[in-house]
Structures are given as structure tokens and as C-alpha cells.
């Protein structure tokens, strides 16, 4: 083949690793780039753990018996523990880990629904991040989201849909999920996929680049 020819592989092997690379590095969209401004954020860093769900407070917080030591005796003691959260139980209210994890960031109960066929929440309130980067000029990897979970619908709790806000003002992520990407984008340059497995592949690459950009 020509060098200067694309045969049908070629094209889904270049297109597919370019998809990855912004899912992986989103800064290096247009929109970063065009929003980056001079980091003038000097205040002390901010560290939010949210844990729940299969955790009982003996094995957390309790300062005798817990499984997370670091955390208990030295990151807790750097800051403020709320060892009796609750989560109001309302009818607007919804208790799971999605929709409580937007009320810590949001920082207001709010009643968020899923999209027919879709896992993924969307807030309408801007998050802490969001608020942060364009009251400091704060860029992208300054903040960040560490997600534990291997679901992908946390992979967009950076950003809300509101007009003031957005995904200008977005955090970054790391993640099982974000890792997986970086994988397949290594697997494909070195080709260790046949002609049928790269193409099927490059389709799920493009139906989570369609969801990621239509929030």
C-alpha cells in the first residue's frame, strides 16, 4: 500500500486512537485550549472523600478498628470528618450513590433522573469544580476526581449542563474506567486486533464519545 493511501483499517486504527486520546486527555480539545487562562488560585488544596455503600463506620471511621488508617488518623485530622452524615428522606430525595454523590458536589438536594437507556446523571448545578476553576482560573488537571468505582456513569459527575458553567470549567479524572481507555489506545497502535475486533471496537469508542459530548 501507498503511504499516502488509506485502506479501511488504517482509517478506523487512526480515527479510534484519536477518540481515545481526547477521552483520556481532554485538554487537548479546542475549548481548553481557548479557556486556559493564568492559574491564580494561591489558597490551601481541598481533598472531598466520599465513601458509602457496603461501608459500615467500624471499619472506616471508627479510630480503633478502622481498615482505612491513613485516612482516619491523618487525612481526617488535617480536616473536618462528618462521622453522622445523613441523607434527608424525602420523596424528591433519592439515596443512591449517584444522586448523593451530586449533592455533596452541588452542594443542594435535587431530584436528578436518568435518561431513557442512559446511567448517567446530569446535573443542572454547576459542582464545586466548575465554581473554582472560572472564580480562579484554575486549569483542568488542578482538579480533580478520583473514582474508585468501575462505572461509567461517574465518569461525568465533572461538569453540569448549566449555561454559566459547563464543561469549559470541568475537573479531570482518574479512573479504572479512564484506564481502560488508555489500554485499548496502546492495544490499537500495536495492532492486537484483527480486521472484525478493531472495527467493533472503534464502534463502542464512538458511542461513548457520542454520550460524553452530548452532556
Given at each position: 500500500?501507498?503511504p499516502?493511501k488509506?485502506?479501511?483499517r488504517?482509517?478506523?486504527?487512526?480515527?479510534?486512537?484519536?477518540?481515545?486520546?481526547?477521552?483520556?486527555n481532554?485538554?487537548?480539545?479546542?475549548?481548553?485550549?481557548?479557556?486556559?487562562r493564568?492559574?491564580?488560585?494561591?489558597?490551601?488544596r481541598?481533598?472531598?472523600?466520599?465513601f458509602?455503600g457496603g461501608?459500615?463506620?467500624q471499619?472506616?471511621?471508627?479510630i480503633k478498628?478502622?481498615y482505612?488508617p491513613?485516612?482516619?488518623?491523618t487525612?481526617?485530622?488535617e480536616?473536618t470528618?462528618?462521622?453522622?452524615?445523613?441523607?434527608e428522606?424525602s420523596?424528591?430525595?433519592?439515596?443512591?450513590?449517584?444522586?448523593?454523590t451530586?449533592?455533596i458536589l452541588t452542594?443542594?438536594?435535587?431530584?436528578?433522573?436518568?435518561?431513557f437507556l442512559n446511567d448517567?446523571?446530569?446535573p443542572s448545578?454547576?459542582?464545586?469544580f466548575e465554581?473554582l476553576?472560572?472564580?480562579?482560573h484554575i486549569?483542568?488537571?488542578?482538579?480533580?476526581?478520583?473514582?474508585?468505582?468501575?462505572r461509567?456513569?461517574e465518569?461525568?459527575y465533572?461538569?453540569?449542563?448549566?449555561?454559566?458553567?459547563g464543561v469549559?470549567?470541568r475537573?479531570?479524572?482518574?479512573?479504572?474506567?479512564?484506564f481502560?481507555?488508555h489500554?485499548l489506545?496502546?492495544?490499537i497502535?500495536?495492532?492486537?486486533?484483527?480486521?472484525?475486533?478493531l472495527?467493533?471496537?472503534?464502534?463502542?469508542?464512538?458511542?461513548i464519545?457520542?454520550?460524553?459530548?452530548?452532556?
Amino acid at each position: 500500500m501507498e503511504p499516502h493511501k488509506l485502506n479501511r483499517r488504517r482509517t478506523l486504527k487512526l480515527g479510534t486512537v484519536g477518540i481515545t486520546s481526547l477521552l483520556v486527555n481532554p485538554s487537548l480539545s479546542i475549548n481548553y485550549l481557548a479557556k486556559k487562562r493564568e492559574f491564580s488560585y494561591q489558597q490551601p488544596r481541598v481533598i472531598i472523600i466520599r465513601f458509602g455503600g457496603g461501608v459500615r463506620r467500624q471499619e472506616t471511621i471508627d479510630i480503633k478498628g478502622t481498615y482505612a488508617p491513613f485516612m482516619r488518623h491523618t487525612l481526617a485530622s488535617e480536616g473536618t470528618l462528618f462521622s453522622n452524615m445523613e441523607l434527608e428522606q424525602s420523596d424528591s430525595v433519592t439515596t443512591s450513590h449517584g444522586q448523593g454523590t451530586l449533592y455533596i458536589l452541588t452542594g443542594k438536594y435535587k431530584k436528578y433522573e436518568q435518561e431513557f437507556l442512559n446511567d448517567n446523571f446530569e446535573p443542572s448545578i454547576p459542582t464545586l469544580f466548575e465554581y473554582l476553576r472560572k472564580q480562579y482560573h484554575i486549569p483542568e488537571e488542578e482538579t480533580l476526581i478520583i473514582n474508585g468505582e468501575d462505572r461509567t456513569s461517574e465518569e461525568f459527575y465533572s461538569f453540569s449542563n448549566h449555561h454559566s458553567f459547563g464543561v469549559n470549567y470541568r475537573s479531570q479524572v482518574l479512573s479504572l474506567y479512564r484506564f481502560k481507555i488508555h489500554l485499548l489506545k496502546k492495544q490499537i497502535i500495536t495492532n492486537q486486533f484483527t480486521d472484525k475486533e478493531l472495527e467493533k471496537k472503534a464502534g463502542r469508542i464512538r458511542k461513548i464519545t457520542r454520550k460524553k459530548l452530548s452532556t
